[in-house]
């Protein structure tokens, strides 16, 4: 017998299986719980008066009074195309100032190659809806 029928010729490794990797730490259920996602209603979208990137927003959240938040989307939207849009919102977000602008909540967006897409509902829902 050869060598080679005896220790044959191990056959080539096969490609791992496509299994997601993560891109941030795991965070568990309960960490993700704390998140206040809402549905908010774009009242009124102004350019930020200090920032060539920002829009100021009033968003009716469902509250008393509009919240003011701070979005780095005018690149990619004109502040006017967006009053009237739904969008979603962390609304349990730690308040902040944004060159100056106080924003109190924080928009969810996607971005990919083709630009930022500002996340929304598919079909009309009342504002301050809990997003699950």
Known sequence: MSDETQNP???APTAPSAAPTPTTSE???DDF????????TIRKAEP??????LVVLAVDLGEEQERQLVAGIRAHYEPESLVGKQIVVVANLK???????ESRGMIL????ESGVHVLAP???TAP?????
Do not use: E, F
Not at 48 to 53: G, I, T, V
């Open 9 to 11: 010729t191990p056959a």
């Open 27 to 29: 965070i568990t259920i």
């Open 33 to 40: 719980l704390r998140v206040d996602l809402r549905v908010g």
């Open 48 to 53: 930020h008066p200090n920032a060539d990137r």
């Open 95 to 101: 308040p902040a100032k944004l060159r100056g602008v």
């Open 109 to 112: 967006a996607a971005s990919d």
């Open 122 to 124: 598919d079909a009309p």
């Open 128 to 132: 301050g809806s809990k997003v699950k």
